[in-house]
Structure formats: structure tokens, C-alpha cells
């Protein structure tokens, strides 16, 4: 599950699209066209953004990590066709696994008496100790994990919580240049468009 998952709501400037159309004599079908292709365009570009502040501040060992298990994004126009003035965005901050990130692990107490295991992440993330944790290597990495049931399996590998600091900063550093970044990739769509002739009378998804 997604940690705080939200929506956010972003406002475009119709005068400056209908601007940007009446420069290139561009058609109603190809701004349609445009807008639609920059959704994903920009939803790809934040990401993107949004992936280097989380691989700073968490410190992850991959960036296959982050894009296969830690943030989902999508964006869209709640009605393509009929209103090109806002875009939404849902995005949500997964946990990440303790083997993903780069930091300490130490186990507590002494190995006859056991008593959890710590991560000191490297990131700017507050260290996590885990009561019932245990150091193993499993996945081909070292990590905590912590065991589901009273018997030795099955068990599961402890996770680091999202700050909520780390929310605050993707959408002051990134998601308030969404609008930008929208603008930028239509307008470099519809000059496409208009060149090849492409979309003058008609669009479909």
C-alpha cells in the first residue's frame, strides 16, 4: 500500500494554450492531440524528478528499486476532450525494504539473547529498530527481516517508513513545476503535429 496517497489538482492557463495554438494555426483536433500525449510526457518527466529527490534522501542502492517498488503515478484530465484546463495527479510514497537502501544494520542484544535488529539509514530517514527483527541474507541481500508467524516461517523483510518531510519536498521541488513542464511538452507536441500535418481533423486516443 501506498503511505499517504494523494491527489493533487493543477490549474493549466487556457490563454496560454489557445495562444500557443493560434501561433502555430494549429487545429482544435491537434491541440486535443497534444494535450493528451503531454499528459504522459509530463507524468513520465515528474517522475523522473520526483525519483532523484527520493534516491537522495533515502539513499536507495538502485534506481530499479524506486521505479519497480516504491512510487506510482498517474496523470490525467478528468475530461480529455471537452475541458484542457486542469490535470490531476495521484501519487503515493510505498515503504521501502530495508535491502534497498544504503546503511548500517546491527543486530541488538548478543546472539544468545536476542533483542531485534536496528537500521541506521545513510539518507536523511531516522533510524528504524525493529523488536522481533533478525540480520539475514535472503534475495541475494542482507537485510531484517521479522517473522509472520510463531514458527521459523514464513517471514518477510522489514520496511522504512516515508517521511512525511520527504512528501513536502517532492511537491514543493517538483510537482509545483508541473504546470511548466505541461506547457513546455505541448507546445514541443503541437509543433510536431502541425509540421507533419498530423490530427488536422480528427483524434482519437
Do not use: C
Not at 530495508?98 to 541488538?108: A, F, H, S
Not at 537500521?119 to 533510524?127: E, H, L
Not at 527483527?133 to 531484517?144: D, E, H, M, T
Request: aromatic share 8%; net charge positive.
Amino acid at each position: 500500500m501506498a503511505s499517504n496517497p494523494q491527489n493533487l489538482l493543477f490549474d493549466i492557463d487556457l490563454e496560454e494554450l489557445e495562444a500557443i495554438q493560434n501561433i502555430l494555426g494549429a487545429t482544435e483536433s491537434q491541440v486535443k492531440a497534444a494535450y493528451n500525449r503531454a499528459l504522459s510526457r509530463t507524468a513520465r518527466t515528474v517522475r523522473a524528478l520526483a525519483n532523484k529527490e527520493v534516491r537522495d534522501a533515502m539513499q536507495v542502492k538502485s534506481l530499479k528499486a524506486i521505479r519497480k517498488r516504491f512510487q506510482h503515478f498517474r496523470l490525467k484530465s478528468p475530461s480529455k476532450q471537452k475541458k484542457l484546463d486542469e490535470l490531476r495527479l495521484w501519487f503515493g510514497l510505498n515503504d521501502i525494504s530495508v535491502g534497498y537502501l544504503k546503511g548500517r544494520i546491527r543486530r541488538n542484544g548478543t546472539q544468545r539473547s536476542p533483542n531485534g535488529a536496528t537500521f541506521v539509514p545513510k539518507g536523511k530517514m531516522s533510524s528504524q529498530t525493529y523488536e522481533q527483527g533478525f540480520i539475514a541474507r535472503r534475495y541475494k541481500r542482507r537485510s531484517i527481516f521479522t517473522r509472520t508467524t510463531e514458527g521459523r516461517f514464513p517471514i518477510k523483510e522489514a520496511r522504512v517508513p516515508v517521511s512525511d518531510d520527504l512528501h513536502v519536498t517532492i511537491e514543493d521541488k517538483v510537482f509545483e513545476r508541473l504546470p511548466e513542464i505541461f506547457l513546455r511538452h505541448f507546445e514541443t507536441d503541437l509543433k510536431g503535429r502541425v509540421k507533419m500535418g498530423l490530427n488536422r481533423k480528427g483524434w482519437h486516443e
